[in-house]
């Protein structure tokens, strides 16, 4: 069976610092691989997603990056933490074929300060 | 108007109700339809996927209403560890594959 593992799970950074969380996945080849960010009492928001390895799209312009050196693991990263950068990051993957529902990672909470 | 719309709630409820959420999606062209379950502080969880036809898994029942644009969940016979918050999730899809978008989901709290 699939499953993904998510790390940290908790973070405290102050601001200015780097960030670098990571993902994987097992059980699967060529899944596709995104990275979410859910603040305090809001919905999802859509990061970066990956089909394949080195190819990443970005969905919203900030100072975060992603990185898929591995067909099953993929990194979210920044250079200088921003106090806006605080919320729940979740990675997930869903199978590369279409109408496949995503199965998430456990979470990283991370509180810039 | 956001591409998928939910009523955030809260839906306070007594155990044994029935309750029900829709949730409405902008792109016509949208390809699939989920319910997810998100337990605070918890990642989402997968409840059903929403067929065409309508689909059945106990206590939970689930509508796709393709012309309308939207989706519903309804619960029967609530119990307490029902009490979530619901995320209705639809899949666009595009040259890179799957694109799916959450609503903001909806707030469930079933009380004694």
């Known amino acids: 069976s699939q499953t993904i593992h998510q790390w940290p799970a908790t973070l405290v950074q102050p601001v200015g610092s780097p960030l670098s969380l990571e993902c994987t996945v097992e059980?699967?080849?060529?899944?596709?691989l995104y990275w979410y960010r859910q603040a305090a009492g809001r919905g999802l928001q859509l990061l970066f997603y990956?089909?394949?390895?080195?190819?990443i799209s970005s969905e919203v312009p900030q100072n975060l990056s992603a990185s898929r050196p591995q067909d099953r693991q993929f990194i979210l990263s920044s250079k200088k933490l921003l106090l806006s950068d605080s919320g729940f990051y979740l990675c997930?993957?869903?199978?590369?074929?279409?109408?496949?529902?995503?199965?998430f990672g456990n979470g990283t909470r991370l509180t810039v300060t | 108007r956001k591409e998928v719309e939910q009523d955030p709630g809260p839906f306070n409820v007594p155990e044994g109700a029935t309750v029900a959420f829709n949730c409405t999606y902008s792109?016509?062209?949208?390809?699939?339809f989920f319910w997810y379950r998100q337990d605070c502080r918890k990642e989402p969880k997968l409840l059903m996927s929403?067929?065409?036809s309508g689909n059945e898994d106990g206590r939970f029942t689930a509508q796709l209403n393709r012309a309308s644009q939207y989706i519903s969940l309804l619960i029967r016979d609530s119990k307490l560890s029902d009490s979530a918050t619901y995320l209705c999730?639809?899949?666009?899809?595009?040259?890179?594959?799957?694109?799916?978008?959450f609503g903001g989901g909806t707030r469930l709290m079933v009380k004694p």
């Open positions: 997930a993957w869903s199978y590369g074929r279409g109408n496949s529902p995503l199965h």
């Open positions: 059980g699967t080849s060529n899944p596709n």
């Open positions: 990956s089909v394949g390895i080195g190819q």
């Open positions: 792109n016509s062209a949208s390809q699939s």
């Open positions: 929403v067929y065409s």
């Open positions: 999730v639809v899949n666009l899809l595009n040259n890179a594959g799957n694109m799916l978008t």
